[in-house]
């Protein structure tokens, strides 16, 4: 028999090729999976491990103490202990934390980092070179107390220098520091604003602010007290990055969920291919059966040919996939700078998983053909392959299991919207998509059928070769079917929870940005040189006043806007203040001295009023209604500039006008623009990231159309070469084998859009109608037509090359084929 499978795999060659391709997309899509997740992890433990660099292992509080980790609550060691710790070794250790304290300049002026009373954060530096993670811009690390260097970003901020002298502290506690330079550091629970040294940053440890969240150490720690826990650098950074996601790998999660749903669809395309394949053999197979060949001989040299397309095809896909993802590592990088990658040590686990997966995709996908061709016996394997018979055992149990999943699976789904489950909601999902797969012989013809007779005359003959073998019909729709479904689903979700957290953020932040002059009335002039920058929409002067506020230290400005309102985003709803009440953004302020519902004393020069606070608004100020504001002034004037910004506005380079403006007018800015862009952008990588993710299995389901048709092609030469012989043209038969492919993938897409869009409208009743009480469904029209047409002329695309490959075979040619 090894000459029957050298001589097999010779003779099949390019009917293998179909099925290694589809190999090998699937095993190159899972490694760039893998190398990308590699790369993202790679690039948070350099960003979150920053403060670890250099350092061999770090010591924290233990497992079942306080939260740990690199979070905006990073657990804290027992101070004596930490500080014994670090005296003890030195050079070789590093303390880890933070104090909120006050800072002034020279003359007595406060910095106002975090809040009116210029409160900024100080954070200790390391003593040795090789564990200090902050990266100098400027001047010089400081040498000894007294000295301390400051982040960039707040020393442009704050327009400090090197050389400057800056007050830390208050009190008894208060320090006159040097600035000797200025540091770059990633964000991380660590960052300050001002660093210093150990021993300085000693000096505040009575502060009630003041902790120590580690302890970063080179070389040996050895022994530690019973409260404190030691873990190598990369364990503790990995372990704590997985923390923030409840003890969940989201980033090995989200890759092996792309990567099954490749595999599965590789393996529907696998099989129908092996399918085709091995029945296109049957006589083969019989003629060996006649001449002596026992069924497992058989059996033994197939599936040694599916092992050996499958070490080859999965050998190529290991290589493209390590290429195809080092390569994507910039391009990532440079659309998302914010998060960038870092190129990783070859993923081997992801590597070698993907080489097993894809080799044990075509020995599985391989087998049941295989059984299916040789539980035959020869003389039965020389007549033509009935289709599916309903009539059967086999085609009446199939038709009454998927009629049972597609009962249970909406009552499912229906628990699911009603409880809020997940796992209701999955396993209704599952049972209700499995019962359409499993209809397929008998769903897929008939929708075929229909879409065909919107043809004429002219598909008819399409019509009836795409449905003349239903199982086959059905296996080759199906993998399309699964990523249009996924697809459609996804992007109806994400449109649904975008547009649900727009209204959220509509409602929180009705105003885009505000310019804001507390000395003196914004002026005409101002107005209109606001107008004219470049992406705003509208710019209106707010009528008010600028008050005192029991529970604030600074003045602020006290606004009425009963007409201005309708340039919100919410329709002006923040503003419509009813007497008695203000309404303040408390979450615009640092500790703000009030609490929603209690009331407050607003003054303004002599006269006051006595105010029930409510925690809504925008921005640093209030607003009152107008019988109020006229409590409080008789000529209320604008201090305020409320701005819209345009719907194609640059919002980075519209706030930078903006601050330019506001700095050479004495008047402040406040804006919500950079936070938005910054969201808006991360929701954008994510959904194209996950779209491009799913439409790596719809290329894969593509593949497997052209799979279907190029072997189809081969199958059905001589029919081919009879109708030429009857007078079809070359560019009639061209025309119909096209007709075939794009009513093949115009049928699964159309379904599976359907069936996507319901599984969208499940989620949304599911999981953002609980989070997000205002949200509404949003379908993407536009977007879901984009992807039918698409996938259509994938379809159409897809049938080219068998397409041609027909045409060129003369009429004599083909009808001598056997």
């Given at each position: 028999m090894r000459t029957v499978f050298l001589a097999s795999l010779r003779t099949h060659t390019r009917r293998y090729v179909a099925a290694a391709i589809a190999v090998t997309v699937s095993v190159a899509f899972v490694v760039a999976i893998g190398v990308l997740t590699a790369g993202a992890r790679a690039g948070l433990m350099e960003k979150s491990g920053a403060p670890f660099r250099g350092a061999d292992y770090v010591v924290d509080a233990p497992e079942d103490g306080p939260q740990r980790g690199p979070s905006c609550c990073p657990g804290t060691l027992d101070t004596s202990d930490a500080i014994a710790l670090v005296d003890?070794?030195?050079?070789?250790?590093?303390?880890?934390?933070?104090?909120?304290?006050?800072?002034?300049?020279e003359g007595g002026t406060p910095l106002g980092w975090r809040d009116s009373r210029g409160g900024t954060t100080v954070g200790p530096i390391a003593a040795a070179q090789e564990l200090r993670w902050q990266e100098l811009v400027a001047g010089r690390f400081p040498a000894g107390t007294g000295e301390a260097v400051v982040h960039v970003w707040d020393a442009q901020a704050q327009e400090l220098a090197v050389g400057d002298r800056i007050r830390v502290g208050e009190g008894a506690g208060a320090t006159d520091l040097d600035v000797v330079g200025l540091v770059e550091s990633p964000t991380t629970w660590t960052q300050a604003s001002v660093y210093v040294t150990w021993p300085q940053y000693l000096q505040w440890r009575d502060s009630p602010t003041w902790h120590v969240g580690g302890v970063a150490v080179r070389g040996d720690v050895g022994p530690v007290p019973e409260g404190m826990a030691v873990q190598p650098v990369d364990e503790y950074v990995s372990d704590s990055l997985a923390g923030l996601n409840n003890d969940v790998d989201a980033f090995a999660l989200m890759g092996l969920l792309f990567a099954g749903v490749a595999l599965v669809v590789s393996v529907l395309v696998v099989a129908n291919t092996f399918s085709i394949l091995l029945a296109a053999r049957l006589r083969d197979f019989a003629l060996l059966r006649c001449v002596g060949a026992t069924r497992r001989q058989v059996l033994g040299s197939v599936r040694r040919e599916a092992l050996t397309v499958g070490v080859l095809a999965s050998?190529?896909?290991?290589?493209?996939g390590v290429g195809l993802g080092y390569g994507l590592l910039p391009l990532i990088s440079t659309l998302a700078p914010a998060n960038p990658m870092v190129a990783p040590v070859p993923p081997l686990a992801w590597l070698s998983g993907g080489f097993a997966l894809g080799l044990l995709v075509t020995v599985v996908a391989s087998w049941l053909p295989t059984r299916r061709v040789v539980s035959v016996s020869p003389l039965a394997a020389l007549r033509p392959q009935t289709a599916l018979d309903t009539r059967t055992a086999g085609g009446r149990s199939r038709p009454a299991l998927a009629t049972l999943l597609l009962v249970t699976g909406p009552a499912l789904l229906g628990a699911a919207m009603i409880g809020g489950s997940t796992v209701l909601m999955l396993a209704g999902g599952a049972s209700v998509f499995t019962g359409?797969?499993?209809?397929?012989?008998?769903?897929v013809p008939r929708l075929v059928r229909v879409a065909g007779a919107l043809l004429g005359p002219r598909g008819r003959l399409a019509t009836e070769n795409a449905v003349r073998n239903p199982r086959r019909t059905a296996a080759t729709t199906a993998a399309l079917l699964i990523g249009v479904t996924l697809t459609t689903a996804v992007l109806t979700g994400m449109t649904t929870w975008r547009a649900a957290l727009d209204e959220v953020r509509d409602r929180h932040n009705p105003i885009d940005a505000a310019l804001t002059s507390l000395d003196e009335p914004v002026t005409t002039d101002l107005l209109e040189r606001v107008r004219r920058i470049p992406g705003v929409e509208q710019a209106v002067p707010v009528t008010g006043t600028v008050a005192r506020i029991t529970g604030f230290d600074a003045p602020l400005p006290v606004l009425t806007a009963p007409d201005?309102?309708?340039m919100a985003r919410d329709g002006g709803a923040f503003a419509r203040a009813e007497p008695g009440t203000i309404r303040i953004d408390l979450g615009a302020f640092v500790d703000p001295g009030t609490e929603p519902g209690d009331r407050v004393t607003v003054s303004v020069g002599d006269r006051r009023a006595q105010l029930k606070v409510v925690s809504l608004g925008s921005g640093r100020s209030g607003v009152v209604a107008p019988e109020t504001l006229?409590?409080?002034?008789?000529?209320?004037?604008?201090?305020?500039?409320?701005?819209?910004?345009?719907?194609?506005?640059?919002?980075?380079?519209?706030?930078?006008?903006?601050?330019?403006?506001?700095?050479?007018?004495g008047a402040q800015l406040e804006d919500q623009l950079q936070a938005q862009a910054a969201a808006n952008r991360e929701r954008d990588i994510l959904a194209g990231s996950a779209l491009g993710l799913l439409g790596v299995s719809v290329a894969i389901a593509l593949i497997g159309i052209a799979n279907t048709l190029g072997l189809s092609v081969l199958e059905r030469a001589r029919e081919h070469a009879l109708l030429r012989a009857l007078g079809l043209t070359r560019r009639q038969l061209r025309r119909m084998l096209a007709t075939e492919a794009a009513l093949l993938s115009v049928v699964a897409t159309a379904l599976g859009t359907v069936i996507g869009?319901?599984?969208?409208?499940?989620g949304y009743?599911?999981?953002?109608?609980?989070?997000?009480?205002?949200?509404?469904?949003?379908?993407?029209?536009?977007?879901?037509?984009?992807?039918?047409?698409?996938?259509a002329l994938a379809g159409v695309l897809a049938g080219v090359l068998p397409a041609r490959r027909a045409a060129r075979v003369t009429p004599t040619a083909g009808l001598s084929l056997d």
């Open positions: 003890r070794l030195g050079g070789n250790a590093s303390g880890l934390g933070r104090v909120d304290l006050p800072v002034h300049r050998s190529t896909g290991t290589l493209l359409v797969l499993l209809f397929g012989p008998v769903l201005e309102v309708q006229a409590q409080l002034t008789d000529a209320p004037e604008p201090h305020v500039i409320w701005v819209r910004a345009a719907e194609d506005a640059d919002p980075l380079a519209l706030v930078d006008a903006l601050d330019a403006l506001a700095d050479a007018t869009v319901g599984f969208a409208w499940v009743e599911t999981f953002v109608t609980r989070a997000l009480t205002h949200a509404t469904m949003v379908v993407p029209w536009p977007s879901l037509g984009a992807v039918v047409a698409i996938a």
